[in-house]
């Protein structure tokens, strides 16, 4: 089993920026596709980024690309969410996401997910 623990979220004025961490335990995951997804007020879950074992891949989804930078570290079995430039309908909560698969592409749904660490960005 995997747990993981997001953490570095919090309330934040329009234009600024968070860096999510979330650091996994249980086993290594540094071979796992590690991902980010979100969950607004009245939504419905949201992939938000993906990077590969090695980091050499990134997926995003377009409302956060050129905003939000997703990436890893292997030897500290952590993987982080940078956000930037961050909007009001970035609001949501924040769940990180584990999966052995690693495969080329978008994964639609992980093995492993966090609790989730609350973002709120006010205008």
């Known amino acids: 089993q995997v747990q993981l623990v997001e953490s570095g979220g919090g309330l934040v004025q329009t234009g600024g920026s968070l860096r999510l961490s979330c650091a996994a335990s249980?086993?290594?995951?540094?071979?796992?596709?590690m991902g980010w997804f979100r969950q607004g007020p009245g939504k419905d879950r949201e992939f938000v980024a993906q990077?590969?074992?090695?980091?050499?891949?990134?997926y995003y989804v377009e409302s956060v690309q050129g905003r939000f930078t997703i990436s890893r570290d292997n030897a500290k079995n952590t993987v982080y969410l940078q956000m930037n430039s961050l909007k009001a309908e970035d609001t949501a909560v924040y769940y990180c996401?584990?999966?052995?698969?690693?495969?080329?592409?978008?994964?639609?749904?992980?093995?492993?997910y966090g609790q989730g660490t609350q973002v709120t960005v006010s205008s």
């Open positions: 996401a584990a999966d052995p698969r690693d495969p080329r592409g978008v994964l639609t749904d992980f093995t492993y």
């Open positions: 249980g086993r290594t995951v540094s071979t796992y596709a």
């Open positions: 990077i590969n074992w090695s980091g050499w891949r990134t």
